[in-house]
């Protein structure tokens, strides 16, 4: 018996949508739990959160550390708090490409091809641009717009006339599905208030009698019970108890939803072993298959300081285009940072070239099973030819932009990379083996497929193919990184399992 017809852990992106979406059945009873605070309203909730001139890196962090290249270990924030990441993050609105869904869908994941997904894009968003296009939408949970010309900061204005002066195409809508070239962002931000999947999917979703949000409440593993998992550990004010359900859904993360299911037993039966975990499946997928978007910028220092303003918003513009001989559309992005550096140091800002298509693969390892241990995050970034290759070519053509139009008069100098230093390809495909970084877009550890790709660790509607009783809904169950910062395609996720978790809960058997 449970009070409890659906647990949720994890009130991120993905989560707080299936939660907001499953409670709209006054009949299913919804458990969500998050592992950081919960701030129930506006007044309530401390400025970083609200904030979306500039991410939240600290206060509400689950102080992760990760190793993008081997032998250099920094910083991977993720959003511990309720909205997760979505709370804390840059709030670029970016959908994920036609192409990358037609590719889920040849993967065995049809649900997912682009025309079964275009729905819930348009059903998310409140568009205040274009609500009126075909594939927009003008009502949903999370505002979208986009600066307009004279709310540009004069360094953004730049980038987009010395974009245009280097041949690229003016993008106003980066959402159209088939477009490409520069223009400003898509944001989920109204004014300064990040419109989080806490403030557009649970704020209107409180009132529900049959959705209780528990915060602070850290979850040590699923109760795996005769082939089944039935409920969850939980730990809160320092006390452990039991709570069950008929269905659990696992939505922590990319990184730590395997980082649990692990804990719990089910992974690869090495790692498993490894840590003295007893196996509950043998599910070799688990925590493998990590993907990311590789970046690294370009740092200008500009000539006129006052063109550096640590509290203005910290991104604006975007280019989106398509590395030369590549069938992959649009996988390389060109962003222009505002600002980067620190307040009192010299006046910077920087131009970031990202590999939105990459080819190489990560993995996830635990630390140990204790449960407040982090996992081990090793992403091997540029391994690969291809995306070492392509990471090169968007590094160039991200310095094109440093000595062309009015973005190059407002720079004083280069100061990354150094303008001293070779800059063939092989030698710039050394700079971007050892300096590339992460896009804080991680996910595909968990991922979708058929029973028959020993790999996949759910099929399409987030089953797990190893546990009855077992859904995992969030980035870690993309199949493929999306050519889009991953933010909308993680509340895609959330979307399309909470509509089917109330259309046809018999699937899950409730
Ligand atoms: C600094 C930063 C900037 C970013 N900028 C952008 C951007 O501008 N645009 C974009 O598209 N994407 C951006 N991203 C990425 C995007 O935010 C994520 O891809 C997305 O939020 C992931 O959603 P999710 O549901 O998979 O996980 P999350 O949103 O991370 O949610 C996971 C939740 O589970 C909770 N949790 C984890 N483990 C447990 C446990 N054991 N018990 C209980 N609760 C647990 C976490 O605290 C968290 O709330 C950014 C990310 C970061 C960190």
Redesign the pocket.
């Known amino acids: 018996m449970s009070d409890w017809d659906l647990i949720i852990?994890?009130?991120?992106?993905?989560?707080?949508?299936i939660a907001a979406r499953a409670s709209e059945n006054p009949n299913c009873n919804v458990l969500l739990?998050?592992?950081?605070p919960d701030y129930p309203d506006l007044a309530a909730t401390p400025f970083d959160l609200v904030n979306s001139h500039n991410?939240?890196?600290s206060a509400h962090?689950?102080s992760l550390d990760y190793e993008p290249v081997r032998g250099r270990t920094v910083a991977?924030?993720?959003?511990?708090?309720?909205?997760?990441?979505?709370?804390?993050?840059?709030?670029?609105?970016?959908r994920s490409l036609p192409e990358d869904h037609a590719e889920w869908a040849e993967a065995g994941n049809t649900e997912w091809a682009w025309d079964r997904v275009l729905p819930a894009y348009r059903r998310m968003e409140r568009d205040l641009d274009y609500g009126d296009a075909p594939y927009h939408g003008d009502a949903g949970p999370i505002t979208i717009r986009r600066y307009p010309h004279e709310e540009l900061l004069p360094q953004h204005q730049a980038f987009l006339e010395t974009a245009r002066q280097l041949g690229y195409p003016d993008c106003p809508d980066a959402n159209a599905p088939d477009s490409w070239g520069s223009g400003p962002q898509p944001?989920?931000k109204l004014g300064r208030l990040r419109v989080s999947?806490a403030v557009g999917y649970l704020a209107p979703a409180r009132i529900r009698p049959n959705l209780t949000i528990q915060a602070d409440?850290?979850?040590?593993r699923l109760i795996i019970e005769k082939g089944r998992c039935t409920g969850?550990m939980?730990e809160k004010a320092g006390e452990i108890s039991r709570i069950r359900a008929p269905l659990v859904v696992v939505?922590?993360?990319?990184?730590?939803?395997p980082?649990?299911l692990m804990r719990s037993g089910i992974g690869p039966g090495e790692e498993l072993a490894r840590h003295g975990i007893d196996v509950a499946a043998e599910a070799p997928g688990v925590g493998q298959n990590l993907c990311d978007h590789p970046a690294l910028s370009v740092v200008c220092q500009v000539k006129d300081g006052a063109l550096i303003d640590f509290d203005a918003p910290i991104?604006q513009t975007i280019l989106r285009y398509t590395a030369e001989g590549s069938d992959k559309r649009n996988d390389l992005q060109i962003e222009q940072f505002s600002f980067t550096g620190r307040r009192g140091g010299p006046p910077l800002f920087g131009i970031a070239a990202v590999i939105e298509y990459q080819y190489g693969r990560g993995e996830l390892r635990l630390a140990s099973a204790d449960?407040h241990a982090l996992p081990v995050i090793d992403n091997r970034f540029c391994e690969d030819e291809r995306d070492a290759d392509r990471l090169v070519g968007c590094l160039k053509d991200a310095l094109a932009f440093t000595r062309t139009g009015p973005l190059a008069d407002m720079i004083e100098a280069v100061t990354f990379p150094d303008p001293a230093r070779p800059n063939d390809d092989d030698s710039l495909k050394g700079l971007v083996r050892k300096r590339s970084g992460s896009?804080?877009?991680?996910?595909c550890t968990v991922k979708m497929g058929l029973a028959s790709d020993p790999m996949a660790v759910v099929d399409q509607y987030g089953c797990c193919h190893f546990q009855d009783g077992l859904v995992v809904?969030?980035?870690?169950i993309l199949p493929f990184v999306p050519r889009?910062?991953?933010?909308?395609?993680?509340?895609l996720?959330?979307e399309m399992i909470g509509e089917w978790l109330r259309t046809q809960p018999g699937r899950y058997g409730l």
């Open positions: 852990v994890g009130a991120g992106s993905a989560g707080c949508a739990l998050e592992a950081g991410n939240s890196y962090d689950w991977f924030p993720r959003g511990r708090v309720v909205g997760g990441s979505s709370a804390v993050n840059t709030t670029i609105a970016l944001m989920n999947c409440s850290l979850v040590h969850v939980v939505s922590a993360g990319a990184i730590l939803s980082a649990l991104i449960p896009g804080y877009h991680p996910s809904a969030d980035a870690s889009a910062n991953t933010n909308l395609s993680s509340i996720v959330g």
